[in-house]
């Protein structure tokens, strides 16, 4: 893994992190990815009970789908010189009461992130996977720039991909749930994916 010489000690602070100790069930396992080289980003919501046993972002069926979407291996996915995974929850957050996984931690992004983010000098596109990522980094332009967090849908800022370039691009989560979605919104195959995977293309 390609990193800068300030980059490594920032990892392993962040691996020892007890920062929400106190609130997550299975305990800390901060999980993610990140290599100076990289020219891709990916910010997703926290890793589920799969992930969090692992160890391997996106090392679920979310994972295949979101990999399918960008159109490329794990080979690539998981070679940190081009790809950093960057959750906005590094830890396993906990079921809610009527079943589903809580939100990542709202102490995480806030307390790493933008330190993270100085030590990956040559990311080219971040791509948003989920309303908490999209609301955290596009607090102003969500639908379009017609709506602040908790406001527009997801289904909208998605729509008006093309006002979030160059350097970011929002996606849905890519859970099972959105099988159904995208047979609702066949735009997003239409249109997305194609331009999603162009990216990529000329990114990697």
Not at 6 to 31: N, T
Not at 60 to 67: A, E, Q, V
Not at 115 to 137: F, K, M, S
């Amino acid at each position: 893994m390609t990193k800068s010489p300030a980059l490594e000690p920032l990892l392993s602070e962040i691996s020892r992190c007890q920062l929400c100790a106190a609130d997550l069930p299975l305990g800390p396992r901060p999980v993610l990815r990140a290599g100076a080289a990289a020219r891709l980003l990916i910010i997703g919501q926290a890793p589920g009970t799969k992930v969090h046993a692992s160890g391997i972002p996106w090392d679920d069926p979310s994972g295949d789908r979101l990999r399918d979407w960008l159109q490329i291996g794990a080979d690539v996915f998981y070679d940190q010189n081009k790809v950093a995974i960057m959750p906005m929850g590094f830890c396993y957050p906990g079921r809610l009461p009527k079943g589903g996984d809580r939100p990542p931690r709202p102490e995480c992004a806030p307390a790493w992130h933008a330190d993270l983010l100085r030590h990956l000098p040559n990311i080219e596109l971040c791509v948003l996977a989920g309303a908490y990522a999209q609301a955290y980094y596009l607090p102003d332009r969500r639908a379009g720039g017609r709506a602040g967090p908790g406001k527009g849908t997801v289904t909208e800022t998605v729509r008006a991909w093309r006002d979030h370039g160059p350097r970011f691009l929002p996606l849905p989560h890519p859970s099972w749930r959105t099988k159904s979605w995208q047979k609702r919104n066949p735009w997003f195959d239409e249109e997305v994916l194609p331009a999603l995977r162009q990216r990529v293309r000329e990114i990697l």
